[in-house]
């Protein structure tokens, strides 16, 4: 059974910086694809970057050239790196892994998540 555990998240002003973390255990980490996504207050599940068990990455519109998603498979590791926070970031940030197939922007095509990690961002 494939566990994702987030850290990282807190509270930070705007235009701040934060990178969250998801380490994964009880799986063979470098063949899944990873993603991040967000759920705000009120929001349904919303895609936010994803990377590849081949190393290439995708993002949403909406933080592309503000948010880096990285992965270093000898530490079953995922990073998202976030910069310039907006008020509008604040959400709970899960991870989640796709053991077949590449990186889409369906939750319902991960098969396992993390818990979340909440990210407030005050203006």
């Known amino acids: 059974q494939v566990q994702l555990v987030e850290s990282g998240g807190g509270s930070v002003q705007a235009g701040g910086s934060l990178r969250l973390s998801c380490a994964a255990s009880?799986?063979?980490?470098?063949?899944?694809?990873m993603g991040w996504f967000r759920q705000g207050p009120g929001k349904g599940r919303q895609f936010v970057a994803g990377i590849s068990w081949r190393g290439g990455s995708t993002y949403a519109d909406s933080v592309k050239d503000q948010f880096t998603i990285s992965r270093d498979n000898a530490k079953n590791t995922v990073y998202l790196q976030m910069n310039s926070l907006k008020s509008e970031d604040t959400a709970v940030y899960y991870c989640?892994?796709?053991?077949?197939?590449?990186?889409?922007?369906?939750?319902?095509?991960?098969?396992?998540w993390g818990q979340g990690t909440q990210v407030t961002v005050s203006s």
């Open positions: 989640a892994a796709r053991p077949l197939g590449d990186v889409t922007t369906t939750p319902r095509e991960y098969d396992y």
């Open positions: 009880g799986g063979a980490f470098s063949r899944y694809s």
